[in-house]
């Protein structure tokens, strides 16, 4: 299941399709879904998906667009990707799924409240779990974003000379 499927989104279900996964998405401002990804509303992608990635942009109006409800709603097992922005998600609530058993593995390289995450509960606790992964996050560093950056700095240099 992929929730938000732009750029990202839509790369992650080439990738479901390459391993020969059913790709269910849902993304309310996306009007042609490509053929390796079927549209779906959310609830039935909660219910029905193995595995669940999340590639939202953050708005304050989403700020954790997937709590308690949500993570109900998962398949006992479901392994949890969050590649967007920690404040999409319930952390206390995900913590608390992952110790019932209804969230089988976690995939993090966003947690809440970034960059000041010291009082993060996962970041307290991943390292009681085998079953949770945070890694570090570099989504703004692409080619794109790379390019951005060194225009920005090339004028302010040029500004100083």
């Not at 989104?9 to 390459?18: H, K, L, T």
């Not at 909660?46 to 949500?70: G, M």
């Not at 990707?81 to 995939?107: C, D, W, Y």
Request: charged share 25%; glycine share 8%.
């Amino acid at each position: 299941g992929i929730i938000g499927c732009g750029r990202i989104g839509q790369w992650m279900a080439r990738y479901g399709d390459a391993f020969g996964m059913n790709c269910l998405g849902y993304d309310p401002y996306l009007n042609n879904f490509p053929p390796h990804l079927k549209k779906s509303n959310l609830e039935e992608l909660l219910r029905k998906s193995d595995f669940i990635t999340l590639h939202v942009n953050y708005e304050k109006s989403l700020e954790k667009f997937i709590d308690e409800k949500e993570f109900n709603l998962m398949k006992k097992g479901v392994v949890f990707i969050n590649t967007s922005r920690g404040a999409l998600i319930n952390e206390n609530i995900l913590l608390k799924k992952i110790e019932e058993g209804q969230i089988g593995a976690v995939g993090l390289d966003v947690l809440s409240d970034e960059p000041f995450i010291e009082k993060s509960k996962i970041l307290q606790q991943y390292k009681n779990y085998k079953n949770i992964i945070i890694t570090p996050h570099i989504g703004g560093f692409s080619p794109d974003a790379l390019k951005v950056v060194l225009d920005f700095c090339c004028k302010r240099i040029n500004k100083l000379i």
